[in-house]
Nanobody, 118 residues
Framework: QVQLVESGGGLVQPGGSLRLSCAAS????????MNWYRQVPGKERELVAA????????NYASSVNGRFTISRDNAKNTVDLQMNSLKPEDTAVYYC???????????WGQGTQVTVSS
């Protein structure tokens, strides 16, 4: 079975930092593009950051570019999202998604809550 388990969410003050981690199991991790999405109630889930299977290419939503950094460790089967200079509008449930490079196959994690508030 495939499992994606997010961790690292929590409550942080504006301007603070959090590091999210997604641990994957049950799949050949190196075949997958990894993505972080977030969702606020009443809004569509949006792509925050993505990283290619080899880690060489990354992209970010304009709203987080320069503040967030996505990285992966294919030896550990993990993808992280370092979030700095957090703003209240970053508050959301953050989800990890794995997308196979050569097939329509994809998997979602359960999500982790990030709340940015004073």
């Amino acid at each position: 079975q495939v499992q994606l388990v997010e961790s690292g969410g929590g409550l942080v003050q504006p301007g603070g930092s959090l590091r999210l981690s997604c641990a994957a199991s049950g799949l050949t991790f190196g075949f997958y593009t990894m993505n972080w999405y977030r969702q606020v109630p009443g809004k569509e889930r949006e792509l925050v950051a993505a990283i290619t299977s080899d880690g060489r290419n990354k992209n970010y939503a304009s709203s987080v570019n320069g503040r967030f950094t996505i990285s992966r460790d294919n030896a550990k089967n993990t993808v992280d999202l370092q979030m700095n200079s957090l703003k209240p509008e970053d508050t959301a449930v953050y989800y990890c998604k794995a997308v196979h490079r050569f097939s329509p196959q994809y998997y979602w994690g359960q999500g982790t809550q990030v709340t940015v508030s004073s």
